[in-house]
């Protein structure tokens, strides 16, 4: 096994981050507007991603989760995030589904559903596993 040094290891970090030069989008630094206009990028990207765990509570059909970024972008960054159901044999409902809603600079709220809503029965417990990369 290699083990690379602080030194080697910041110079494989940065010259991964330099490969992301261009983004599309309607806004040149609010990330999160939609568009087909082509920018090249001025500065490194901030990309941060994490886990949250969340239950969707018997008799409910979804959840919300608030996320706070480690740190705050200067503009709303783009989030990706996926649900995904723990125990899945013991309570089984469907698969889930998630909404990202009100992404801000310092965080956003997302949602797991459940997928089969006309049953509630049982509580699921879910995580959500985030992405989110944008301007610093």
């Known amino acids: 096994v290699d083990f690379y040094t602080a030194a080697q290891y910041n110079n494989l970090w940065s010259d991964l981050v ?4 261009k983004r599309q989008g309607g806004n040149a630094s609010d990330w999160s507007t939609p568009g087909v206009n082509n920018y090249t990028l001025t500065a490194t990207p901030l990309i941060q991603a994490g886990v949250k765990a969340i239950t969707v509570g018997a008799g409910n059909k ?3 989760a608030a996320i706070t970024f480690p740190t705050a972008y200067s ?6 995030a996926t649900c995904q159901m723990l125990n899945w044999s013991a309570i089984w409902d469907g698969p889930v589904a998630n909404v990202i809603d009100d992404a801000t600079a310092s965080g956003v709220t997302l949602q797991c559903q459940r ?9 699921q417990n879910q995580e ?3 992405l989110a990369i944008g301007p610093l």
């Open 75 to 80: 503009q709303p960054p783009l989030v990706w």
């Open 62 to 64: 979804a959840a919300s």
């Open 115 to 123: 997928a089969n809503t006309a049953s509630t029965a049982g509580a």
């Open 18 to 21: 330099n490969v992301f030069l």
């Open 128 to 130: 959500i596993t985030w």
